[in-house]
Protein backbone atom coordinates (compact mmCIF):
# COMPACT_ATOMS: atom_id res chain seq x y z
CA UNK A 1 0.00 0.00 0.00
CA UNK A 2 1.35 3.41 -1.04
CA UNK A 3 2.69 5.23 2.18
CA UNK A 4 0.07 8.34 2.00
CA UNK A 5 -2.17 5.70 1.14
CA UNK A 6 -1.81 4.04 4.39
CA UNK A 7 -1.69 7.75 6.15
CA UNK A 8 -5.21 8.65 5.04
CA UNK A 9 -6.63 5.23 6.11
CA UNK A 10 -4.99 4.49 9.78
CA UNK A 11 -6.23 8.63 10.05
CA UNK A 12 -9.83 7.49 9.35
CA UNK A 13 -10.01 4.48 11.73
CA UNK A 14 -13.09 4.42 12.94
CA UNK A 15 -14.84 7.01 10.39
CA UNK A 16 -17.95 6.51 8.59
CA UNK A 17 -17.78 5.25 4.79
CA UNK A 18 -20.01 4.25 2.16
CA UNK A 19 -19.08 0.80 -0.13
CA UNK A 20 -20.46 1.39 -3.37
CA UNK A 21 -21.04 -2.07 -5.54
CA UNK A 22 -21.11 -1.30 -8.78
CA UNK A 23 -22.76 -4.65 -10.77
CA UNK A 24 -24.41 -7.51 -9.79
CA UNK A 25 -27.51 -8.19 -7.92
CA UNK A 26 -26.34 -6.24 -4.77
CA UNK A 27 -25.61 -3.05 -6.83
CA UNK A 28 -26.04 -0.10 -4.61
CA UNK A 29 -24.27 1.77 -1.43
CA UNK A 30 -24.24 0.85 1.90
CA UNK A 31 -22.91 2.12 4.64
CA UNK A 32 -19.82 0.59 6.67
CA UNK A 33 -17.22 2.29 9.06
CA UNK A 34 -13.76 1.61 9.11
CA UNK A 35 -12.66 -0.68 11.90
CA UNK A 36 -8.66 -1.28 11.15
CA UNK A 37 -6.11 -1.34 9.24
CA UNK A 38 -3.06 -3.27 8.93
CA UNK A 39 0.11 -3.53 6.27
CA UNK A 40 -1.70 -3.31 2.87
CA UNK A 41 -5.41 -4.47 4.27
CA UNK A 42 -8.20 -2.11 5.45
CA UNK A 43 -11.21 -4.07 7.80
CA UNK A 44 -14.75 -2.57 7.80
CA UNK A 45 -17.95 -3.37 8.97
CA UNK A 46 -19.58 -5.70 6.42
CA UNK A 47 -22.45 -4.58 4.65
CA UNK A 48 -25.89 -5.23 5.60
CA UNK A 49 -29.18 -5.54 3.69
CA UNK A 50 -31.89 -6.33 5.45
CA UNK A 51 -29.80 -7.31 8.19
CA UNK A 52 -28.12 -9.66 6.64
CA UNK A 53 -24.34 -10.02 5.16
CA UNK A 54 -24.46 -8.75 1.47
CA UNK A 55 -22.58 -11.55 -0.26
CA UNK A 56 -19.21 -10.46 -1.50
CA UNK A 57 -16.83 -12.83 -2.46
CA UNK A 58 -13.43 -12.96 -3.04
CA UNK A 59 -11.41 -10.59 -5.51
CA UNK A 60 -14.73 -8.88 -5.92
CA UNK A 61 -14.06 -5.02 -6.88
CA UNK A 62 -16.24 -2.18 -5.27
CA UNK A 63 -15.57 1.63 -3.70
CA UNK A 64 -14.79 2.69 -0.92
CA UNK A 65 -15.98 6.38 -0.04
CA UNK A 66 -14.86 8.19 2.54
CA UNK A 67 -16.98 11.28 2.63
CA UNK A 68 -16.23 12.98 6.04
CA UNK A 69 -13.15 14.26 4.14
CA UNK A 70 -13.32 17.53 2.28
CA UNK A 71 -13.84 17.34 -0.92
CA UNK A 72 -14.82 12.86 -0.59
CA UNK A 73 -12.20 10.71 -1.47
CA UNK A 74 -12.94 7.22 -3.37
CA UNK A 75 -10.94 4.17 -3.19
CA UNK A 76 -11.30 1.35 -5.42
CA UNK A 77 -10.93 -1.43 -3.44
CA UNK A 78 -10.98 -6.09 -3.90
CA UNK A 79 -12.37 -8.21 -1.40
CA UNK A 80 -9.78 -10.49 0.23
CA UNK A 81 -11.89 -12.31 3.21
CA UNK A 82 -13.93 -12.06 5.79
CA UNK A 83 -13.45 -12.00 9.50
CA UNK A 84 -15.02 -11.10 12.87
CA UNK A 85 -14.00 -8.82 15.26
CA UNK A 86 -15.72 -9.53 18.92
CA UNK A 87 -19.35 -9.44 17.51
CA UNK A 88 -18.78 -7.02 14.10
CA UNK A 89 -18.18 -8.43 11.15
CA UNK A 90 -15.54 -7.49 9.29
CA UNK A 91 -15.02 -7.36 5.31
CA UNK A 92 -10.78 -6.95 4.40
CA UNK A 93 -10.32 -5.38 1.55
CA UNK A 94 -6.86 -4.12 0.02
CA UNK A 95 -6.37 -1.15 -2.52
CA UNK A 96 -6.93 -1.96 -6.42
CA UNK A 97 -6.10 1.40 -7.34
CA UNK A 98 -5.41 5.17 -6.39
CA UNK A 99 -7.79 7.10 -3.99
CA UNK A 100 -9.58 9.80 -6.60
CA UNK A 101 -11.19 13.05 -4.69
CA UNK A 102 -14.70 13.06 -5.85
CA UNK A 103 -17.16 15.56 -5.98
CA UNK A 104 -20.42 15.45 -3.95
CA UNK A 105 -22.28 15.18 -6.95
CA UNK A 106 -20.96 11.48 -7.18
CA UNK A 107 -23.99 10.74 -4.87
CA UNK A 108 -26.69 9.59 -6.46
CA UNK A 109 -29.20 12.10 -6.48
CA UNK A 110 -32.77 11.87 -6.71
CA UNK A 111 -35.74 13.82 -7.27
CA UNK A 112 -38.28 14.20 -4.93
CA UNK A 113 -41.29 16.35 -3.18
CA UNK A 114 -40.81 16.19 0.68
CA UNK A 115 -41.69 19.16 2.95
CA UNK A 116 -39.24 21.11 5.14
CA UNK A 117 -38.60 23.38 8.01
CA UNK A 118 -35.26 25.29 8.23
CA UNK A 119 -33.83 27.55 10.87
CA UNK A 120 -31.18 30.25 10.20
CA UNK A 121 -28.40 29.37 12.62
CA UNK A 122 -25.74 31.46 11.72
CA UNK A 123 -28.37 34.45 11.76
CA UNK A 124 -29.32 33.00 15.05
CA UNK A 125 -25.70 33.27 15.71
CA UNK A 126 -25.63 36.81 14.73
CA UNK A 127 -28.66 38.41 16.35
CA UNK A 128 -30.22 36.03 18.98
CA UNK A 129 -33.86 35.53 19.10
CA UNK A 130 -34.24 36.95 15.38
CA UNK A 131 -34.27 33.62 13.52
CA UNK A 132 -37.46 31.28 12.83
CA UNK A 133 -38.59 28.34 11.13
CA UNK A 134 -39.49 28.69 7.64
CA UNK A 135 -41.57 26.40 5.29
CA UNK A 136 -39.71 24.97 2.35
CA UNK A 137 -39.95 21.97 -0.39
CA UNK A 138 -37.09 19.45 -1.16
CA UNK A 139 -36.48 19.45 -4.82
CA UNK A 140 -33.34 16.51 -5.31
CA UNK A 141 -31.49 14.82 -2.32
CA UNK A 142 -28.52 12.86 -2.09
CA UNK A 143 -25.98 11.10 0.56
CA UNK A 144 -24.33 14.46 0.21
CA UNK A 145 -26.35 17.28 0.66
CA UNK A 146 -30.09 18.40 -0.84
CA UNK A 147 -31.79 21.52 -3.15
CA UNK A 148 -34.57 23.24 -1.71
CA UNK A 149 -36.97 25.82 -3.11
CA UNK A 150 -39.12 28.50 -0.90
CA UNK A 151 -40.74 31.80 -1.36
CA UNK A 152 -38.39 34.38 -1.07
CA UNK A 153 -38.41 36.17 2.02
CA UNK A 154 -35.28 39.19 3.70
CA UNK A 155 -34.11 36.50 5.50
CA UNK A 156 -30.74 37.71 5.14
CA UNK A 157 -29.35 33.93 4.22
CA UNK A 158 -26.23 33.87 2.45
CA UNK A 159 -23.23 31.20 0.67
CA UNK A 160 -22.25 29.42 3.55
CA UNK A 161 -24.30 30.07 5.94
CA UNK A 162 -25.21 27.09 8.06
CA UNK A 163 -28.96 26.03 8.50
CA UNK A 164 -31.03 23.77 10.71
CA UNK A 165 -33.31 21.13 8.52
CA UNK A 166 -36.34 19.02 9.96
CA UNK A 167 -36.94 16.72 7.19
CA UNK A 168 -39.98 14.35 6.29
CA UNK A 169 -38.68 11.47 4.80
CA UNK A 170 -42.03 8.71 4.30
CA UNK A 171 -43.34 9.60 7.29
CA UNK A 172 -40.05 9.65 9.20
CA UNK A 173 -38.58 12.87 10.42
CA UNK A 174 -34.75 13.69 10.57
CA UNK A 175 -32.88 16.23 11.39
CA UNK A 176 -29.79 17.53 9.73
CA UNK A 177 -27.68 20.50 10.06
CA UNK A 178 -26.44 21.78 6.63
CA UNK A 179 -24.20 24.91 5.02
CA UNK A 180 -25.10 26.68 1.69
CA UNK A 181 -23.78 26.28 -0.87
CA UNK A 182 -25.46 27.81 -3.50
CA UNK A 183 -28.66 30.16 -3.76
CA UNK A 184 -30.46 31.39 -6.82
CA UNK A 185 -33.61 33.37 -6.97
CA UNK A 186 -36.16 32.57 -9.87
CA UNK A 187 -39.07 35.32 -9.62
CA UNK A 188 -40.89 34.92 -6.07
CA UNK A 189 -39.14 31.62 -5.81
CA UNK A 190 -35.32 30.79 -3.81
CA UNK A 191 -33.59 27.54 -4.29
CA UNK A 192 -30.80 26.99 -2.17
CA UNK A 193 -28.20 24.09 -2.74
CA UNK A 194 -27.38 22.81 0.79
CA UNK A 195 -24.56 20.38 1.69
CA UNK A 196 -24.99 18.28 4.98
CA UNK A 197 -22.30 18.28 7.87
CA UNK A 198 -21.69 14.83 9.26
CA UNK A 199 -24.92 13.09 10.47
CA UNK A 200 -25.12 10.17 12.65
CA UNK A 201 -25.34 6.65 11.34
CA UNK A 202 -29.12 6.08 11.61
CA UNK A 203 -29.88 9.41 9.93
CA UNK A 204 -27.55 8.08 7.35
CA UNK A 205 -29.58 4.35 6.93
CA UNK A 206 -32.86 6.21 6.50
CA UNK A 207 -31.39 8.87 3.61
CA UNK A 208 -29.99 5.58 2.09
CA UNK A 209 -33.19 3.72 2.36
CA UNK A 210 -35.48 6.23 1.06
CA UNK A 211 -33.37 7.51 -1.65
CA UNK A 212 -32.85 3.72 -2.40
CA UNK A 213 -36.83 3.60 -2.63
CA UNK A 214 -37.23 6.27 -4.78
CA UNK A 215 -34.19 4.74 -7.63
CA UNK A 216 -36.31 1.76 -7.74
CA UNK A 217 -39.45 3.62 -8.21
CA UNK A 218 -38.32 5.81 -10.51
CA UNK A 219 -37.12 2.80 -13.06
CA UNK A 220 -40.25 1.23 -12.30
CA UNK A 221 -41.81 4.62 -13.75
CA UNK A 222 -39.24 4.71 -16.31
CA UNK A 223 -40.88 1.14 -17.58
CA UNK A 224 -43.78 1.94 -17.89
CA UNK A 225 -43.55 4.84 -19.97
Not at 161 to 188: K, P, T
Request: hydrophobic letters at 40%; glycine letters at 6%; aromatic letters at 8%.
Amino acid sequence: MDKLLSILLEESISSKVVINITSGLYKGSYPSRIEDVKDNLVAVSHPLFKNALVPLYRDTILELVMYEKQPPTMIPMKVLRRGMSGNVSLLWLVPAGDPVKIQRRRYARVQCNVDILFFPLSLEEMFPMVGRWEKASCVDISLGGMRLRTKIKEMGLNVGHRVYLWVNLSSENIFLISNIARIVDEGVFREMGLQFEGYPRFVEKRLIRFIRDKELRNAGDGLHD
